[in-house]
């Protein structure tokens, strides 16, 4: 996945995107390499999110997964 496309997904600068992902492999909760962002660190990920990690997998079942059944 590339910074301009997470960028088209995210409504957001492409520059922004890449500034983000500086942010967050500095503070060792993500690394980086060619089209892969693995997570180090997904508790740490969490409590940076401050509550709103999860918002969009809760609708995602709500609204999609409600249908398929």
């Known amino acids: ?20 992902l500086h942010e967050l492999e500095g503070q060792g909760l993500i690394r980086g390499t060619r ?3 693995r997570i180090l660190d997904r508790k740490g990920l969490m409590a940076l999110a401050d ?3 999860g918002v ?3 609708e995602y079942e709500l609204t999609i997964r409600k249908r398929r059944k």
């Open 35 to 37: 089209n892969l962002i």
């Open 56 to 58: 969009a997998e809760a």
């Open 51 to 53: 509550g709103f990690y």
């Open 1 to 20: 996945m590339t910074h301009e496309f997470l960028a088209l997904l995210l409504g957001v600068s492409r520059q922004g995107v890449t500034v983000a």
